[in-house]
């Protein structure tokens, strides 16, 4: 049923009406599992958790909640209008591949890193799904049984590619191989040729994102500079008591002493810097990922993929259009 038709009907009007508490409860319990979950899930393989994250308090209700609920309750909707009557199974798989990209998102967010066991569970529904719609033969996200296969192997090799290429130019790894193995859970879902849909949305996400930060920094220095120009007193102002010639000559000697002793211990301090710099970048070079260096690319994956589902007649079409322009 077409999603405005399906909203005119009571059993519909019921349903979009309930994922909204829905939304806000999944929204609570994700905030509550990010908090509980082990802390060594939100870590590197080799690293030792933070007190942060071993105190349980890591996300809030409030600056994370709010947000999340209102990206689940929206994603419930959507999906619900679009696989409405007779597509339960699909709504509820759906939803809880929504519910799953949003906590990878937020934990990519914040520690950069993305726990595989979100990675397994999202992969698992997604599989569930897909061998869902090729059993009952619906043919809605897939078709042909080759399609989820194709669909994770390629997204797989994209990350893995822009990895590599990272590596080439930047000589350190610019995507984690959390990426990977997340994309390869994408892939099983949106098959092919949704894994290039959705890659492309995540790319326009990411674009749109960094070119936002971009414009707030220059117009935040911008209105820094300023503020500092308004701030630096004005020289010479004529309320400002003059020191005699015999007070200038006794602070010039002051300062001079007082300078002669500071270049001294600049001079025994600079050896140290010198030294600290070459450790560091040593350090950095050991494989170390400096700061900048590594791309949190899960939260935009994590949007590509609630976006194709929220989404999903509206890409089909869009693409559908693009496609017939070859024909």
Not at 147 to 152: F, M, R
Not at 259 to 272: F, I, L, R, S, V
């Amino acid at each position: 049923m077409q999603p405005f038709d399906y909203l005119n009907t009571l059993p519909g009007l019921i349903w979009v009406i309930a994922c909204i508490p829905v939304g806000i409860i999944l929204a609570v319990s994700g905030v509550y599992l990010l908090n509980h979950i082990p802390a060594k899930w939100l870590c590197d393989y080799d690293e030792t958790p933070s007190e942060e994250l071993i105190s349980g308090k890591r996300f809030s209700y409030i600056s994370t909640g709010i947000p999340t609920a209102i990206v689940m309750t929206v994603c419930l909707v959507l999906c619900r209008l679009q696989f409405n009557k007779g597509f339960d199974i699909y709504f509820i798989m759906l939803s809880l591949i929504i519910f799953t990209a949003v906590l990878i998102a937020a934990a990519d967010l914040k520690y950069q890193i993305i726990p595989d066991q979100f990675t397994i569970a999202l992969g698992v529904f997604a599989l569930g799904v897909s061998v869902y719609d090729l059993v009952r033969g619906y043919g809605i996200l897939h078709s042909a049984w080759w399609s989820p296969l194709a669909g994770a192997a390629i997204g797989a090799a994209v990350m893995i590619i822009i990895d590599f290429l990272g590596m080439l130019v930047y000589h350190r790894e610019g995507m984690g191989f959390g990426d990977v193995k997340l994309f390869f859970a994408v892939g099983l879902l949106t098959g092919f040729p949704g894994t290039i849909y959705a890659f492309i949305i995540s790319v326009i996400t990411a674009t749109v994102f960094f070119v936002g930060i971009i414009i707030a920094v220059r117009i935040i220095g911008i209105g820094g500079e300023k503020e500092k120009e308004m701030d630096e007193p004005e020289k010479d102002s004529p309320g400002e008591d003059k020191k005699s010639p015999e007070e200038d000559k006794e602070s010039e000697t002051t300062q001079n002493e007082n300078t002669a002793d500071e270049n001294e211990n600049k001079n025994d301090n600079d050896n140290t810097q010198v030294q600290e710099q070459e450790e560091d970048g040593e350090q950095e070079d050991d494989g170390k990922v400096g700061l900048g260096s590594y791309l949190a690319f899960g939260p935009y994956i994590a949007v590509a993929v609630c976006a194709y589902i929220a989404l999903f007649d509206l890409i089909q079409y869009l693409a559908g259009l693009y496609l017939n322009l070859f024909n």
